[in-house]
């Protein structure tokens, strides 16, 4: 039984740094964003700054909710802030990977690979999935 907590452990916290590598691309994002808002030959400023510094925010929060969910993975603690970053991780990979699907769409021919959604979507999917799979798992009761 105790081989079993240790790659459990391992896999969480893996997790968790995937969380906090999406947290940290969706700042930089956001970051872009802003700074292409502020520039002077920018065309849609007001938008682009108002949407980046909301993103920013949002990103921020997420951010530092990975950071707590990879401290607590590394003290042996779940909690249950994996799951809810899992969640908003697929939710949002399939909220790309629908936009993606309505972009191709618009190509002509079905090419998928030219849609620059596709690979952010499917690695937030894949994520999402697998951390949510692995905190089910963990919160299985276990029948002895």
Do not use: K
């Not at 021919?109 to 951390?131: I, N, T």
């Amino acid at each position: 039984m105790g081989t079993d907590r240790r790659p459990r452990g391992t896999a969480r916290s893996i997790i968790s740094l995937g969380h906090l590598a999406v947290g940290g691309a969706t700042l930089v994002f956001a970051g872009a964003m802003i700074v292409s808002g502020r520039a002077p030959n920018a065309e849609l400023d007001g938008v682009l700054l108002g949407l980046g510094l909301l993103l920013a925010v949002a990103a921020t929060l997420f951010t530092c909710m990975a950071l707590l969910a990879l401290r607590r993975a590394h003290e042996g603690r779940g909690g249950v802030l994996p799951l809810i970053l899992s969640i908003v991780e697929l939710v949002v990979g399939g909220a790309l990977a629908a936009a993606a699907a309505i972009a191709v769409q618009g190509y002509g021919a079905f090419e998928p690979w030219r849609s620059p959604l596709l690979l952010p979507s499917a690695l937030l999917v894949a994520l999402g999935l697998a951390g949510l799979g692995l905190e089910v798992v963990a919160r299985r009761p276990e029948l002895h």
